[in-house]
C-alpha cells in the first residue's frame, strides 16, 4: 500500500531555533496535512495543502505542498517550549481515498 | 461547536472479550473516520463511514468493525480481544470526507487487553 516517510524520527533542539521536517510519499497526492499531538490528546490539525506548489502559513508554521506532488514541509520559526509534541504528515491521493499517516516526528525544546 | 467526543476514555479489557466504543463527530460532520495508534505502526486506517455506509476499510482483521447512526454518530466493535489489539483508538469527523474535507480528532480511546 501507499506509504509516507516522515523525517527526521526526532529532533532535540533549543528554544528560540527554527525547525524542518518532511514528508515523502510514493505515489501523488492531491492533499497534504500537518497534524501536532500534544500527550494524552488527539492529533490537532495545524495545516492544510490543497495545490502543488502551495505555500500556507499558521502563525509561525508554514507548509508547502511540494511541485511533484509527492513531498511537503513543515517549518517551525523561532521555537518555545510548547512546541513540544509529535507532528504528523498526513495525505490523501484521491477524493474518496483514506488519509494516511507518516510516523511523526518527535519534537523535544529545551529553554 | 463542540469538538469530536469519543467514550470511554480509558478501557481495560481481557483477551477473548469484546468491547465498544463510542465516536459523537462534530455537528453538521457526516464523515467518520476510524484510526488505531500505536507506538510502532502509528496511525493506521480502521475504516470510514458516510451516511451510515461503510466507503473505506483498512487492513484489519474482520473482528474490527464499525457502524454509524443515522445522527452520524458512530460505534466500533472488536470482538475477541487480542493482547495486540492494546493501543489508542482515535476517532475523527470531517464534512464529507472528500479532499477537501481535514479530519478532526477527538481524544481518543484508550484500550488495555491484559
Known amino acids: 500500500g501507499q506509504q509516507l516517510n516522515q523525517s527526521p524520527q526526532s529532533m532535540f533542539i533549543q528554544e528560540g531555533e527554527d525547525v524542518s521536517m518532511n514528508c515523502t510519499s510514493s505515489s501523488i497526492f492531491n492533499t497534504w496535512l500537518w497534524y501536532k499531538q500534544d500527550p494524552g490528546e488527539g492529533p490537532v490539525l495545524l495545516i492544510a495543502?490543497?495545490?502543488?506548489?502551495e505555500l500556507t502559513s499558521n502563525g509561525r508554521l508554514t507548509a508547502q505542498f511540494g511541485i511533484t506532488r509527492k513531498d511537503s514541509f513543515l517549518n517551525i520559526s523561532a521555537s518555545i517550549p510548547s512546541d513540544v509534541g509529535i507532528y504528523f504528515c498526513a495525505g490523501r491521493d484521491q477524493a474518496g481515498t483514506a488519509l494516511i499517516f507518516g510516523k511523526g516526528t518527535t519534537l523535544s525544546v529545551s529553554s | 461547536k463542540a469538538g469530536v467526543t469519543q467514550t470511554p476514555r480509558y478501557l481495560i479489557k481481557t483477551r477473548g472479550q469484546q468491547v465498544t466504543l463510542s465516536c459523537s463527530p462534530i455537528?453538521?460532520?457526516?464523515?467518520v473516520s476510524w484510526y488505531q495508534q500505536t507506538p510502532g505502526q502509528g496511525l493506521q486506517f480502521l475504516f470510514e463511514y458516510f451516511s451510515e455506509t461503510q466507503r473505506n476499510k483498512g487492513n484489519f482483521p474482520g473482528r474490527f468493525s464499525g457502524r454509524q447512526f443515522s445522527n452520524s454518530r458512530s460505534e466500533m466493535n472488536v470482538s475477541t480481544l487480542e493482547l495486540g489489539d492494546s493501543a489508542l483508538y482515535l476517532c475523527?469527523?470531517?464534512?464529507?470526507?472528500?479532499?477537501?474535507?481535514?479530519?478532526?480528532f477527538g481524544n481518543g480511546t484508550r484500550l488495555t487487553v491484559t
Open positions: 475523527a469527523s470531517s464534512l464529507g470526507g472528500g479532499i477537501n474535507s481535514p479530519l478532526h
Open positions: 495543502l490543497y495545490k502543488a506548489g
Open positions: 455537528s453538521g460532520h457526516r464523515s
